[in-house]
């Protein structure tokens, strides 16, 4: 059994497909994280949140995972997010047929932050980043979802996890670590570069070219 975490996907199924064909993924015995942003900028959007409903995928709330939400609940499609690959997403939900109910269901549960414990390590997994010092359940879930001062800036998360990973600022490259041992796994599937997956425990990486 392996716990496989993937990147920002945003609609990009034909990708999620083949980096899950390359690590040899295993719906039997392997778990699947996500951290966040499954739809918007790709084509397939509805492909992918059917594919993760259906694999009981993990996932994290990403801010685009948040506007979604907003849609299903209320209808509300605000400029910013049809401009930042949403229209994509509406258009592709009026081309699948997928239980809103259930799509609902899912969103509503994803949660802003996890914690695991596996193969001795603790591991936090979060979208956008978090506020150092301060306790997961205490985070602001705007710095959860949207921050990018925690990667880029290289910050001390200053709390006590042995590995974070996360997603939201786009890579031009591999996956990166940095010393702390915060993970971004957005390789860029939004901008058509790659896709990534990785063993949380073993940190054996997997990606295709979208
Ligand atoms: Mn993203």
Same mark, same amino acid.
């Given at each position: 059994m392996r716990h496989l975490i993937l990147g920002d996907?945003?609609?990009q199924y034909n990708a999620l497909i083949r980096v899950l064909k390359k690590a040899d993924y295993d719906p039997k015995v392997d778990i699947l994280y996500c951290v966040g942003?499954?739809?918007?900028?790709?084509?397939?959007s509805a492909k992918v949140v059917e594919f993760c409903i259906n694999h009981g995928v993990l996932s994290i709330r990403g801010n685009h995972d948040m506007w979604f939400l907003d849609y299903l609940r209320y209808g509300y499609a605000p400029m910013i997010w049809l401009s930042q690959g949403g229209y994509k997403t509406l258009i592709s939900f009026q081309q699948e047929a997928i239980s809103r109910d259930l799509v609902l269901t899912y969103y509503k549960k994803m949660p802003y932050y996890r914690e695991i414990s596996e193969g001795g390590l603790s591991i936090a997994i979060v979208h956008g980043g978090i506020e150092p010092g301060i306790p997961l359940k205490d985070q602001n879930p705007e710095i959860l979802t949207w921050d990018r001062n925690f990667w880029l800036l290289e910050?001390?998360?200053? &709390?006590?996890?042995d590995r974070y990973f996360l997603g939201?600022?786009?890579?031009?490259?591999s996956a990166e670590i940095n010393r702390y041992h915060v993970i971004n796994l957005d390789t860029g599937a939004g901008y058509y570069r790659k896709l990534t997956a990785m063993?949380?425990?073993? &940190?054996e990486k997997f990606e295709v070219n979208i």
């Open positions: 996907i945003h609609g942003d499954l739809t918007d900028r790709g084509p397939d910050q001390d998360p200053q &709390l006590p996890y939201h600022t786009p890579l031009f490259g063993d949380m425990i073993s &940190l």
